[in-house]
């Protein structure tokens, strides 16, 4: 209950963004709230199961930057059945990820793709992977810290990264297949397992597995790939930040209105 100005308010309605997919850790929700805004039917199904109630939980896709929907008829990466475009292979380095090195120096053994690595804050690594890519017959990009993951995603053909929750909703917007690295136990599983149910990417966990995977989805002119990127279509929900400011906002308005009208003065 809030006071002003001598009168005595309900509080506002309260809200919860869900960021985890099928994997949703109870948290979530065991402190009530008005309702919530979840990243897909599959999520919205979990937690239904649960026992929430239906009309509490709100599908409208995981809020990514406005980025994605603003350039999404101007960035796309190289159309593979043209004989002189080369694969764009994307691999991001997080803290902790498990063959790291090992992965980098197989991709940069490649002559066939075009890659780039962002390596964070891993001076080290940079120094040395920018030194297995000079003289390469296509060009390999070995990138720091960087805030142009956006961009990354919407020009490369397939990201190679762990299952972290921002990463695989991003590639979902961008429409970036996901080769899966690792998956840390918990809401890892269900960032996973919403690419395995929707066919949009593969789990490969060892360096070599990652080499084959990428094969695979390249072989034909890319027609693995082409079958992964169709299938994050149906997912794709680039304006949620959006749906969710536009729901807030009419939540808080009917909340003021019937605050207004049935306040109580402060004894």
């Not at 309260?14 to 948290?27: A, G, K, P």
């Not at 805030?147 to 990201?159: G, K, S």
Request: charged content about 15%; overall charge neutral; aromatic content about 6%.
């Amino acid at each position: 209950m809030q006071h002003i100005s001598g009168l005595r308010l309900p509080d506002p309605p309260h809200f919860n963004v869900v960021t985890d997919s099928i994997s949703i850790n109870s948290l979530w929700w065991r402190a009530g709230a008005a309702g919530w805004f979840v990243p897909n039917p599959d999520s919205a199904a979990v937690m239904r199961t649960a026992g929430l109630d239906p009309e509490d939980l709100h599908i409208t896709g995981f809020p990514v930057p406005a980025f994605f929907s603003d350039y999404a008829s101007r960035l796309t990466p190289p159309d593979l059945t043209n004989a002189s475009s080369a694969p764009r292979i994307l691999y991001i380095i997080n803290s902790g990820t498990n063959h790291a090195a090992e992965t980098a120096r197989l991709l940069l053994a490649e002559t066939a793709w075009e890659i780039t690595i962002a390596v964070g804050r891993d001076a080290g690594l940079q120094t040395e992977l920018t030194r297995l890519a000079a003289g390469r017959a296509l060009p390999a990009y070995i990138l720091g810290w960087t805030d142009q993951i956006p961009h990354l995603l919407m020009t490369h053909h397939v990201v190679i990264s762990k299952a972290g929750g921002a990463t695989t909703q991003e590639a979902i917007a961008a429409r970036c297949p996901m080769i899966v690295n690792q998956i840390v136990p918990g809401q890892e599983e269900g960032n996973y397992e919403l690419l395995r149910r929707t066919g949009a990417g593969a789990l490969a966990t060892t360096p070599a597995a990652v080499i084959q995977s990428l094969r695979k989805a390249f072989a034909d002119n890319g027609a693995v790939w082409l079958q992964w990127r169709n299938a994050l279509a149906p997912i794709v929900r680039n304006d949620a930040a959006n749906a969710i400011a536009r729901h807030l906002i009419a939540a808080s308005a009917s909340s003021e209105k019937s605050a207004t009208s049935t306040f109580v003065p402060l004894s």
